[in-house]
């Protein structure tokens, strides 16, 4: 079985002046290649996770569990 990312397609894009201008401003090298990699995440964003999101950001230290539940109980 083929995977989507397998096959290629050519295609031609017409673009104003003014996205081709910000294209050259934003890519290092190829514009298509800057214009493919848009239109794939804009089509095929990645799914978030929250696993890893946060690390670094809190410590065990800044946990005081008493605290993190008492609107419950009230």
Do not use: C, Q
């Amino acid at each position: 079985m083929m995977d989507m990312s397998e096959k290629k397609v050519r295609t031609t894009l017409v673009l104003s002046e003014a996205v081709v201008k910000k294209l050259k401003e934003k890519s290092k090298g190829s514009i298509s290649k800057l214009a493919n990699e848009i239109l794939k995440e804009a089509l095929f964003p990645k799914k978030k996770s929250m696993f890893g999101e946060l690390k670094g950001l809190v410590s065990t230290k800044d946990i005081v569990e008493e605290e993190a539940h008492e609107e419950l109980y009230s």
